[in-house]
């Protein structure tokens, strides 16, 4: 009964790979997110998507590519991986609840490239 | 847009002792106000929120304040035990456009 889940926990590849993340809530949430999360543990987010539509994108190299193929997946693809893309992956998602949206996120993907 | 500071970034407190700590953020029109706990190799947990139209918000040993005039506020953590030894965050929000602050790593020490 996993609320928000991603695939996988860990993923390690060298730098020039293409990879994916894949993301699914089961909470019958509209909207959904990916944040970054560096090593000093500070969460930037990077897009957020409402019912398949982008709404939100940070200034993140267009190497990163989210795609919602419906409203309770976002996956996120990378490609031509550099060591910088290093970090954790969180995927979250939202609702909106007397007039907010409570936000809530997966376990992370940890992601190292070398 | 959005910017949220936080501190302290690391706290350390004695078992049964108290926990304080504070944030502020430069959008007024900020309307969210969540808190979120991490525990090591997990994904961010909400704990606790506050609307703007509160003051205050108490959840058994966890509470937050919210003084929307100076656009700070706080988690206070009372009794705290070793299992709220985790990295805190605190977070502002528009319409789901969520800003978060840079972390307090709180240690509860037996």
């Known amino acids: 009964d996993t609320a928000v889940s991603q695939t996988p926990k860990y993923l390690v590849t060298q730098m020039g790979n293409d990879k994916s993340i894949k993301c699914e809530q089961n909470l019958g949430h509209d909207t959904m997110y990916w944040y970054k999360q560096d090593s000093k543990k500070f969460l930037k987010i990077m897009f957020s998507y409402n019912n398949k539509e982008l709404i939100i994108n940070e200034t993140v190299p267009n190497r990163f590519s989210p795609k919602s193929p419906d409203k309770a997946h976002l996956n996120l693809h990378i490609n031509s991986l550099e060591l910088g893309d290093s970090a954790v992956y969180f995927c979250?998602?939202?609702?909106?609840?007397?007039?907010?949206?409570?936000?809530?996120f997966g376990p992370g993907t940890r992601l190292t490239v070398t | 847009g959005e910017n949220v500071e936080q501190h302290p970034s690391t706290l350390s407190v004695q078992e049964g002792d108290s926990a304080v700590i504070k944030c502020t953020y430069s959008?007024?029109?900020?309307?969210?106000f969540p808190w979120y706990k991490q525990e090591l190799g997990k994904g961010p947990q909400l704990i606790i929120d506050?609307?703007?139209?509160?003051g205050e918000k108490k959840d058994q040993r966890i509470a937050v304040t919210l003084n929307k005039t100076a656009k700070h506020f706080s988690l206070h953590i009372t009794e705290t035990q070793p299992e709220d030894s985790a990295v805190y965050f605190c977070?502002?929000?528009?319409?789901?456009?969520?800003?978060f602050g840079a972390g307090t790593r709180l240690t509860v020490k037996p």
């Open positions: 979250a998602s939202s609702h909106l609840y007397r007039g907010v949206y409570e936000q809530y």
């Open positions: 977070a502002a929000s528009i319409r789901g456009d969520m800003r």
């Open positions: 506050i609307r703007s139209n509160v």
């Open positions: 959008d007024s029109a900020s309307n969210y």
